[in-house]
Nanobody, 129 residues
Framework: VQLQASGGGSAQPGGSLRLSCEVSGLSLGLRYYAIGWFRQAPGKEREGVSCASSSVGDGRIYYSDPVSGRFTISRDDAKNTMFLQMNNLKSEDTAVYYC???????????????????WGQGTLVTVSS
C-alpha cells in the first residue's frame, strides 16, 4: 500500500493550500477505509488534524480544535484520493502533513496517530510572511 501526498508548499498567513493524497494498493479501494490527516511541527509530536469515516460508514467527519472552521477534509473514492483544503492559514499551521488510512474516525481519536494503518510520506507546509 502506498500513499503519495502532495500540495505542500509556502503560503502567507491568511492564505490557502490544498493537500492531496493518492492511495494505491488497497485491495478493496479507499472507500472502505476511514481517512485522516495528521501533522508534525518542528520539535513537537505528531497530532491529528482531521478524520472522516469510510464511505460505507456513517459519514462522520471531525476536526481538531486548532483547525476547526478553517480546514476541510474530503475524498474522491473513484480516484482513491483524499484531500485537505486549508484556508486562513496561520503560522502555527507550519508542519509536515501526513495522510493516512486509519482504523476508525471518532471524535475522541481525531488527534491520535495510533489509529493509522497506512501512512503517506508527508508534505511540508510553511506559513510565514
Amino acid at each position: 500500500v502506498q500513499l503519495q501526498a502532495s500540495g505542500g508548499g509556502s503560503a502567507q498567513p491568511g492564505g490557502s493550500l490544498r493537500l492531496s493524497c493518492e492511495v494505491s494498493g488497497l485491495s478493496l479501494g479507499l472507500r472502505y477505509y476511514a481517512i485522516g490527516w495528521f501533522r508534525q511541527a518542528p520539535g513537537k509530536e505528531r497530532e491529528g488534524v482531521s478524520c472522516a469515516s469510510s464511505s460505507v460508514g456513517d459519514g462522520r467527519i471531525y476536526y481538531s480544535d486548532p483547525v476547526s472552521g478553517r480546514f476541510t477534509i474530503s475524498r474522491d473514492d473513484a480516484k482513491n484520493t483524499m484531500f485537505l483544503q486549508m484556508n486562513n492559514l496561520k503560522s502555527e499551521d507550519t508542519a509536515v502533513y501526513y495522510c493516512a488510512a486509519i482504523k476508525w474516525c471518532l471524535e475522541s481519536d481525531v488527534a491520535d496517530p495510533s489509529v493509522a494503518v497506512y501512512w503517506g510520506q508527508g508534505t511540508l507546509v510553511t506559513v510565514s510572511s
